[in-house]
């Protein structure tokens, strides 16, 4: 089983991007997704986690009005779209799978992709 990300890179601050999260070897379907992000030093923060169905969404405060998470199961997939990026948005990004709703105790866990917005 393993969840893989995709869609980090450079932006300027105010610019977009999308990162993608695709997961196999497990019913995913079945699984609440969240988006984590970690800066070294700092604990790793949750940012938003969407239900198995796709109907439920949270997202922390500090990317509210910001990012929008989406999930597609009948392709295994997860989105986050990112706008209006601000250098403090700068960090690893994770996706993760679990039966918990806005737990940090998630079942799978995908490497991480590098997102690094300049001013």
């Known amino acids: 089983a393993q969840m893989v990300e995709s869609g980090g890179g450079a932006v300027q601050s105010g610019g977009s991007l999308r990162l993608s999260c695709t997961a196999s070897?497990?019913?995913?379907?079945?699984?609440?997704m969240g988006w984590f992000r970690e800066v070294q030093g700092k604990e790793r923060e949750g940012i938003s986690w969407i239900s198995s169905d796709g109907i439920r969404t949270y997202y922390s405060d500090s990317v509210k009005g910001r990012f929008t998470i989406s999930r597609i199961n009948a392709n295994n997939t997860l989105y986050l779209q990112m706008n209006s990026l601000k250098p403090e948005d700068t960090a690893i990004y994770y996706c993760?799978?679990?039966?918990?709703?806005?737990?940090?105790?998630?079942?799978?866990w995908g490497i991480g992709t590098l997102v690094t917005i300049s001013s």
């Open positions: 070897g497990f019913p995913s379907a079945n699984y609440h």
């Open positions: 993760a799978a679990g039966h918990n709703w806005r737990s940090h105790n998630m079942d799978y």
